[in-house]
Structures are given as structure tokens and as C-alpha cells.
């Protein structure tokens, strides 16, 4: 049985009063790609940024490589990294500089040759002396996956990766994110609301609403479970009321 | 403590000013000003009859000496909201950096930007009013260091103010300095303050600093006793900043403020 990476039990999370995450539990294995899915406001980027450490839960435990969260937090960061559409890097660095500043905060050895093979792994080593703040979108997305990759982590989690690359990078990049996870065994937690990239490459799927996981397991078998062609259906179904849970759908746990 | 971090943060903001002509202009611009103005008041003001002996360079020293507390605030305040206009922050903060890496890099990048800022005043202020910072010798040394200590603790708490309120609290970078601007003795001795405000004035670290200045220039040399007073209080408030920064940030992760923070 594979080594569990990361254990997340009964987390619960609330903002004055209103409860972002309600008691959710659930495990990752090493090397596997676990979607995190669901609507606005299902509790999934709350679920993800107390992984990293960004917000403390209200209740729960959560275990990264066998250590407490709260108490081994920088440890944990050392060895796990993230990539976001949404963040940025200081727009008046070249590309290389910034990427330099996260290799040395990382103590990334050989962090030139490692910069380099990155840039050439997302076909982007012309952007090398570039301007950060002058990069197109899908440019700066890919910069960020090099940030997220520097350090060789052991748990990558991705908050969607593609959401501003077009569909041909879109494409390149998850074939990249399975040929580096099958490669180098890398645990990835990824949120999306692309429903093909997340069949695409995540081996397990975690569908939240409201605030609670309401199936779990291959994209294949919620599929099944919510009797739907494809995990789009689902995710439509479910944000359009829940008369799926109520048909096909486990209960909430 | 790794300061390989803080040698990572400190080589960004290296980058990052040394990239940015308005960066550096800023260093300069309002500085500069000042001492223009300032300078030039003074010149009218010594052509005036019954004006006190040392009076440009009471007021060119104030002014300096305020630069030099005001830039000390500013460095650890602005290098945070850099990384907020960046969308960086959260970055760094998914990254292995402790919270006093991150402050310690802004003290170190706020010292070297002091020391650039004040030898250009002192440089102008030699020029154009005959004027030497230097003049002052030795207790220069325990001076500058007490307002670069007491700026640091205001940068803390004003950074921390900023974290836990986000953006809009963004005006708090400029406008904090001023609050104690008045009652710290910058222009004038503490006293001139009312009775009331001296025991609060007293409380400043600053103060000490300025009074200490006008007694250099005066000749008096500097009291020993004073500045122990400034130093002991600026390990209070040096302390003080630092667990209401630790607490702000707990605060900040508590209500998801840092992810907001960092891409908003």
C-alpha cells in the first residue's frame, strides 16, 4: 500500500459564523493526482490554502509527510511548492531572476542548470532574460509552474494551472504534469473547474459542495456514481441545486 | 534563522530597485525636497533679526534626522506592499521563509537605502548651506542607529496594520510617521510641548534622538543617560512590534487574509 502524504482529518473551517469547510477528511497517497473539485464557494480553495498553511482550520488535523501542519509548517513548505493563475511574480525581474530568487529560498543546488532544464521542460528558455511584467498570460502561467517545480517537490499542489493557457499549452502542460508525476512519483492536489483536465490527469477526484467532499474516487467511478457521461455533467448537475445527490450521489460526510 | 533566505529576499530587492528608475527616483525626490525647502527657510530665517545661533542647523539636522526614521519605517512597510501589487505574496509566504526572514531582509534592504539617502542630503546640505552632517562625530553613530531601531518597530506595526486590513489600510505606509510627529521634539525642543504631552513625548524613543541632536550641535555632547532612555525603549517597542506583528499574522491566517492578500 502506498505511503499516505497527506492526511486531512475532520477539518472544519468557519469565517465568522459561516462554515467554508465542514468536517472533511481525506487522504493522498504518494505519487497520485488528486482533483479537488466543485462550484464557487464548495470549500476547495479554503480546503487547499490550509494545506499550504495560509489559513489555519477551525478544527481537524491535517498531516503532511507524517507532521503535524501547524507545528512543522516551514518544514513542510520546503518540501512541497504551488503554481496559481491567480499569483505573480515582481513584474520588473527578468524571468531568470525571479526564478533565482525562489531556487536560493528553496537552496536549490546548481540552480542555473536547474533553471534551465525547467525553461527548456515548458518550452519557454526565450523568455529567459525577459521581463516578468511583459509576458503574456499563458507565459506567466508557465513561469510559475517552473517556480513550482524548482525544488523538486514531493507535494505540488496546483490551483488551476491552465486556466489562462490556450488550449494547444493547456494540452502540452497536463501531458507534462502526468509525464513528471509518473517520472519522479510527485503528489499533486489540483483544483480546476476545466472538467478535461481534471479527467485528463488526475487519477482520483474529491467533489465538494458546501463545504463537504460528496464523492470520491476515479473520475470514472463519480461519473458512475452520479450517473453522468462526463464529470462536466456532474459538476453542472450538482452546482444547479443537487437533484443529483439527491438521486445518485453518497450522502455528505 | 537561514539567511540564505534572507540573502534570496535581500538580491530581489536588489533587483528590484536597481530595474526601477522611479524606485530609485523615490529614494531621492521627496528627500531632496525637503531639504530644499527646509534649507531655504532656514537661510530667510538667519537673515531675520534675534533668530538663535544654530538655527540651520538645528532645522537642516531635524530634517535629516526625520528622513532617516521616516525611510526606516517606510523600507519594511513598502517592501510588503510591493509583494502585494506583485500578486508575490503569496509566493512567499507558500515558501519555506520565516515571517522574521521576510522582516529582516526589509531591515537590511531599509539600512542600505538610509545610508544611500543620507549621504546624498548630507552631500547637498554641504553644498548648498555650508552645512556637515558630519560635524556631529561620534554620537552620529548611536543617533542614527536609535532611529533606524525606532523606525523598523514603526514599519512592523504599520506592515502589520496593512496585513490585517489589507489594501485600503495601504494610506497607513505614508501616514503613520506623522502621528508622531508632532510630540517627538523633530523641529522644535520637548520644551516647547505642553506640560501634558511631555511625559507621552518622553515615551518616544525619537525624542531622545532629537534632543540628543540639538545638544551635539550645541556643543553639549551627547548624554549617556538620554540615550540608554532611547535605546531601552526601543527594545520594548522593537519586541512590542514583533509579537503584534506574530499576532496579526495569526489574525491574518485565522479569516484567510493572506490568500486575499496576495491576489487581490
Known sequence: MAEILVEVQNLRKEFAGTVAVADVSFTVPRGEIVGVLGANGAGKTTTIQILLGLIKPSGGKVTIFGKDLERHRIEILQRSNFSSAYTGLPSNLKVWENLLIFAMIYGVRDHRQKIDALLEMFEITHLRTKITGNLSSGESTRVNLCKSLLNDPELLMLDEPTASLDPDIADKVRKLLRRIQSERQITMVYTSHNMRDVEEVCDRVLFMHKGRIIAEGTPQEVKDKFKQTSLEDVFISVARGGDVLAGGGEEAR | MNWGHIRALV??????????????????????????????????????????????????????????????????????????????????????????????????????????????????????????????????????????????????????????????????????????????????????????????????????????????????????????????????????????????????????????????
Open chain 2, 11 to 264: 538580491l530581489r530587492y536588489t533587483f528590484l530597485y536597481t530595474r526601477s528608475v522611479p524606485r530609485v527616483a523615490e529614494m531621492f525626490f521627496w528627500p531632496v525636497m525637503d531639504l530644499l525647502v527646509w534649507g531655504f527657510i532656514t537661510v530667510y530665517l538667519q537673515k531675520l533679526e534675534h533668530q538663535p545661533p544654530a538655527l540651520v542647523t538645528f532645522l537642516l539636522g531635524s530634517m535629516i534626522f526625520w528622513d532617516i526614521l521616516y525611510r526606516a519605517q517606510q523600507a519594511v512597510t513598502i517592501s510588503f506592499l510591493e509583494d502585494i501589487w506583485a500578486r508575490n505574496l503569496l509566493n512567499l509566504f507558500v515558501s519555506p521563509i520565516r515571517v522574521s526572514e521576510f522582516i529582516v531582509a526589509t531591515y537590511i534592504v531599509g539600512f542600505v537605502k538610509i545610508l544611500v539617502t543620507v549621504g546624498i542630503l548630507a552631500g547637498l546640505a554641504l553644498w548648498f548651506y555650508h552645512w556637515n552632517l558630519f560635524q556631529m562625530g561620534l554620537p552620529l553613530i548611536p543617533l542614527f542607529a536609535s532611529l533606524l531601531l525606532m523606525g523598523w518597530a514603526v514599519g512592523m506595526i504599520t506592515t502589520a496594520l496593512i496585513m490585517r486590513w489589507g489594501q485600503s489600510a495601504e494610506a497607513l505606509a505614508w501616514g503613520i510617521p506623522f502621528l508622531i510627529q508632532p510630540i517627538c521634539a523633530v523641529f522644535y525642543p520637548l520644551s516647547v510641548l505642553p506640560k501634558w504631552i511631555q511625559p507621552i513625548s518622553r515615551a518616544i524613543p525619537a525624542t531622545y534622538v532629537f534632543e540628543g541632536m540639538r545638544q551635539v550641535l550645541r556643543g553639549e555632547g551627547l548624554s549617556t543617560h538620554e540615550m540608554m532612555w532611547a535605546f531601552g525603549l526601543n527594545v520594548v517597542y522593537l519586541i512590542g512590534a514583533g509579537l503584534f506583528f506574530n499576532y496579526m499574522f495569526e489574525v491574518a491566517r485565522d479569516k484567510g487574509l493572506l490568500a486575499k492578500l496576495g491576489t487581490q
